[in-house]
């Protein structure tokens, strides 16, 4: 069992490994490669740098810093987590338990701009397998998205209902593993229903039809579940049962505490100013309440 698993190798992430490791509290680190840095391509605005450098420069930085320091760093995707009293953390490279998890997956995943999806969000278009897959038990329903976050969805899907299809709205699947579930690879045009969702529209090929009016084919579904790309802060915060604010962000306190114990969030996922030196400080924090929060749980036992 680990004292602290922390998710995500950008600022946030690694200032709280540099916390908990000097802590000593042993902290593994998995990170899925650069976030939001390998789009800054100069940075002159945080402490210390009288030369700007690069985001990808100062990423490969603080890794190096973090792993210097003892910090044990897995390479590999969270698809999820579960657990209340102590955690089960999922990922592409296994299970791994722990007493606390310190989530810094950076920022929001924007939806995909397919009409329908935030019309139907709640009356059918839902954000997270584990919250609303009950809603569907023996119903059709769609996942979108072509990745192992999305096939982690579908699996969660299939223990209530047979009838789960993996959309991939024209990408390519990448899934690093084999598994029954139908994939449908073709473009989507629309999600489509009256008052909920009733299914997904493709688009055509508009060359195809004589006037040019043709529709896509049409796929019945009650449910579409997004799980585009990876699984972010949001996305895992929201499977687990934390609040979220009213935009979207993890509801944290001053000491980065989540709503619920052992579960810290700092960074780009907790919302407000989105910057490193921000992301900098709720790390470090996070990392403090994280140490604070085993003490006290040893201190019980
Ligand atoms: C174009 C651009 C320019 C910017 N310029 C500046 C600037 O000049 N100055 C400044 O201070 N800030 C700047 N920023 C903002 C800054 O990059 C962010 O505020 C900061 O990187 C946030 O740190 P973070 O640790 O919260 O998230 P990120 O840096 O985004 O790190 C998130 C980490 O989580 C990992 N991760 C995500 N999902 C998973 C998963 N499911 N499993 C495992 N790991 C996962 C990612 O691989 C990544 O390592 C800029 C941002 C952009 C986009």
Same mark, same amino acid.
């Given at each position: 069992?680990?004292?602290? *698993? ?32 390998? +789009? ?35 390479? @590999? ?8 009293? /102590?955690?089960?953390?999922?990922? /592409? ?8 998890? *310190?989530?810094?997956?950076? %920022? ?13 969000? %709640? +009356? ?32 969660? &899907? ?7 299809? *993996? ?10 593993? @084999? ?11 629309? $999600? ?35 799980? &585009? ?12 049962? @934390?609040? &979220? ?17 052992? &579960? ?7 919302? %407000?100013?989105?910057?490193?030196? +921000? ?8 990392? $403090? ?10 201190? +019980?036992?």
């Amino acid at each position: 069992m680990e004292n602290v *698993i922390i998710i995500g190798g950008g600022p946030a992430g690694i200032s709280a490994a540099l916390y908990t490791a000097r802590g000593n509290l042993n902290p593994l680190l998995i990170n899925n490669g650069i976030g939001a840095l390998a +789009k800054a391509e100069k940075i002159e605005n945080y402490y210390g740098l009288e030369q700007p450098i690069s985001g990808e420069e100062l990423y490969e930085r603080g890794l190096a810093q973090a792993k210097a320091l003892g910090v044990r760093v897995i390479d @590999a995707q969270v698809l999820g987590i579960s657990g209340f009293d /102590t955690f089960s953390v999922q990922t /592409t490279a296994g299970t791994y338990d722990t007493v606390s998890v *310190i989530l810094a997956t950076g %920022g929001k995943r924007t939806a995909p701009s397919i009409p329908g999806i935030r019309e139907f969000e %709640g +009356k059918g278009v839902s954000y997270c397998a584990v919250c609303d897959a009950f809603f569907y038990r023996n119903r059709e329903v769609a996942v979108l998205g072509n990745s192992d976050f999305a096939l982690h969805e579908a699996e969660e &899907l299939r223990n209530v209902t047979p009838s789960v299809t *993996i959309y991939t709205n024209g990408r390519e699947p990448e899934f690093s593993k @084999a598994h029954p579930i139908a994939v449908n690879t073709m473009k989507i045009q629309a $999600i489509e229903g009256e008052d909920t969702v009733s299914g997904l529209r493709m688009e055509t090929d508009v060359s195809a039809s004589e006037d040019g009016s043709e529709t896509g084919s049409f796929y019945p579904a009650d449910g579409v579940f997004v799980a &585009l790309g990876t699984a972010g802060s949001t996305e895992i915060a929201r499977q687990m049962g @934390a609040e &979220l604010t009213d935009k979207g962000n993890i509801r944290v306190t001053p000491e980065m505490e989540t709503t619920i114990p052992g &579960l810290f969030a700092a960074g780009d996922c907790t919302g %407000g100013l989105l910057q490193v030196s +921000k992301a900098v400080y709720e790390g470090s924090m996070a990392g $403090i309440s994280a140490g604070k929060y085993i003490r006290q749980r040893r201190a +019980k036992a």
